[in-house]
């Protein structure tokens, strides 16, 4: 569709320096996702069976020191401890997105941040109204608000070979707005309890990570050994604090990632001399993030015993996990479909005319796929010793499986609609030209 005065192109394709970053960050976290789901089975099919003591005995191992609030199981150095990583890099990806991301512009901005919200809000009512007879359930109202990152993305790279990047920036730009949403929301209703001291406390580290890493970006760019010499200890005391004040450490991994650099300063040479520290970062620690913390913390997350056939009946009798169903299945693309309709319906924005709605539903299908975050907040709702807690978690990989499913039903009809008008019209579902690979054979 054509940009005029009184019109505003939505989910339109966005610059090349995004749909370039979009697609790589695709090709990573497919592996990511996959190792995430793997952890996930894994945990669940030790945890249901025969030998499942051995599990959660090894899940509530505690160590630590007990003197600095640190003496945890191994499921909670997994959840408050390695997820902090996967949080660093969730605050470095958000900062781009703001500073030198489309979402720098606010006309480009507000479609996804309107829909990450839209999403977040409806599942929340629906799991709300469906608990309202519940004593203890309300207090998990905020499960199906979460998207899944890696393993969205990595169910899109499989599905979207053809899908315009229009749409995958808007998924990601949608879950990353939807993990901000989320760790606001772990930080304000999930903090235990509240100390200041420590927390006025954690902002000393937090100020001398940010100066080191302003002052000297090129010195940890380029050593490979100064983040993890100088960065990490600090970091480390900023974590530490911060899960003494009673809010939740992953906070301090998303503190963090907002006080590293994006853009090179011309002291520094410049934009033109290379990425910021930021991607630097980033480009190291993904694969530390993707292929190792977020696996683990699944694979300690994920254990329930379900109890057999008659243990998952019996769940779904639970409000918990009726309503955490809704909202992930049904809230999810209802609120993001709802509000992007909303948002052409009552203001300038037009869809772009590449796209329909069934690709924008198709999305919102794909963003209920809770994992991880939900994960970590049904943890923090219920804990362990909870049959809610339990209820929970197999309601998040029900839930999920779902989404996907039913993503995957959409999206493929799409990407083979999609896939037919690029071989008839020689372009991609960009509309840049494909190069003719069959040329000169005879």
């Known amino acids: 569709m054509t940009r005029t005065n009184s019109t505003r192109t939505i989910l339109g394709r966005g610059s090349f320096a995004e749909v370039k970053r979009i697609g790589e960050i695709l090709r990573a976290e497919t592996v990511g996702g996959a190792l995430l789901v793997a952890a996930a089975v894994i945990a669940i099919i030790w945890a249901n069976s025969p030998w499942a003591s051995g599990y959660f005995t090894v899940r509530d191992i505690t160590f630590g020191i007990p003197e600095l609030h640190l003496e945890l199981t191994i499921g909670q150095w997994a959840s408050d401890g390695l997820l902090a990583i996967f949080f660093f890099l969730t605050g470095l990806e958000l900062k781009k997105e703001f500073v030198i991301g489309d979402l720098r512009s606010p006309a480009t901005a507000l479609v996804p941040v309107a829909a990450a919200f839209g999403g977040v809000a409806v599942p929340a009512i629906i799991y709300v109204v469906t608990n309202l007879g519940t004593s203890t359930g309300l207090q998990g109202w905020a499960i199906p608000t979460a998207t899944d990152i890696a393993f969205a993305v990595a169910v899109l790279a499989i599905l979207g070979s053809h899908l315009p990047s229009a749409l995958r920036i808007f998924l990601l730009t949608l879950a990353v707005v939807d993990d901000l949403i989320a760790i606001v929301i772990i930080a304000i209703f999930y903090a235990e309890g509240f100390a200041l001291a420590p927390l006025l406390l954690t902002l000393i580290p937090l100020a001398a990570y940010a100066a080191l890493t302003h002052a000297f970006p090129r010195f940890f760019g380029r050593n490979l050994w100064a983040p993890w010499v100088i960065l990490l200890p600090i970091g480390v005391v900023a974590w530490a604090l911060l899960h003494a004040s009673g809010i939740h450490a992953t906070i301090a991994g998303v503190a963090l990632g907002f006080a590293v650099p994006v853009r090179r300063m011309a002291k520094h040479g410049g934009p033109d001399t290379g990425p910021g520290l930021a991607e630097v970062l980033e480009h190291r620690l993904r694969p530390l993030s993707s292929g190792f913390a977020v696996p683990v ?25 009726i309503g955490i169903l809704a909202g992930l299945v049904l809230g999810k693309p209802i609120g993001i479909t709802l509000t992007t309709w909303l948002l052409t319906r009552f203001t300038k924005a037009r869809l772009d005319g590449s796209l329909a709605w069934i690709d924008v539903i198709g999305v919102g299908m794909l963003a209920g796929i809770g994992f991880t975050v939900s994960l970590l907040v049904a943890e923090l709702s219920f804990g362990d010793d909870s049959p809610h807690g339990d209820h929970a978690k197999i309601a998040i990989f029900t839930a999920s499986v779902l989404a996907a499913l039913l993503a995957a039903i959409v999206l493929r009809a799409r990407n083979r609609r999609y896939r037919r008008i690029a071989e008839q019209e020689g372009v991609d579902a960009d509309g840049n030209e494909i190069p003719d690979v069959y040329e000169d054979r005879s």
Do not use: I, K, R
């Not at 254990?303 to 019996?314: K, L, M, N």
């Open 297 to 321: 913390f699944a694979f300690f997350a994920a254990g329930v015993a379900v109890g057999g056939p008659d243990g998952f009946v019996s769940a779904l009798t639970d409000p918990v996990m």
